[in-house]
């Protein structure tokens, strides 16, 4: 019931033609229902910090709703800045990787900015840890990529900041899959149409 509502009220609230397509918004509607958040100024705000980070220089996309979720979560005085450096993390991350840094690099870019532990540290200097952990995390057997890309600034946001025993201790832990057999690589099928 709470979900028809609340996809209701989003529906009513958006344009014929944007881009918070169906998968996307599902899984935001369940997470405003896990956190109390489906009051119409609750979608008021979504969709208002949505507009902000399009003004901030990001497009719009399925994955700038996600950043407009995670926007929530900082104060309304603070949301410009965080906007703002994010913005700059994300620039200075396509500095390195100008192909893999699209769109989806929104939400990772707006937690990084959110992080009070990575405050100190400058964009460029975010950006250059989250390069450190992609081609260490290369090094040990990560195929490179966008899901790479994307474990790397998980690592820079849980660890806040490089650590080489982050990287021993992955390869410890894949060289003990090796040991079992278990796949560590992802398996591509190759199909074949008679």
């Known amino acids: 019931m709470l ?22 918004r599902e899984s935001i509607i369940y997470l405003l229902m896990a956190h109390n958040q489906t009051g119409d100024q609750n979608l008021d705000e979504l969709l208002e910090d949505y507009e902000q980070i399009v003004v901030g220089g990001f497009r719009r996309s399925a994955y700038t709703y996600f950043a407009s979720y995670l926007l929530q979560f900082s104060e309304a005085k603070e949301k410009g800045y965080v906007i703002q450096r994010a913005k700059e993390i994300y620039k200075t991350t396509r500095i390195n990787h100008p192909i893999l840094t699209g769109e989806e690099d929104a939400p990772a870019a707006i937690s990084l900015a959110q992080s009070s532990q990575l405050a100190s540290f400058t964009a460029q200097m975010v950006s250059d840890i989250m390069e450190k952990f992609y081609i260490e995390m290369h090094r040990i057997g990560f195929a490179k990529g966008d899901e790479l890309q994307f474990a790397a600034g998980t690592a820079t946001l849980l660890f806040q900041g490089y650590n080489n025993s982050i990287i021993d201790e992955m390869a410890e832990i894949i060289q003990q899959f090796n040991q079992y057999k278990l796949p560590f690589k992802r398996k591509l099928i190759q199909v074949s149409f008679i």
């Open 3 to 24: 979900y028809q509502q609340t996809r209701e009220k989003l529906k009513e609230k958006l344009s014929l033609f944007n881009q918070f397509s169906s998968p996307v």
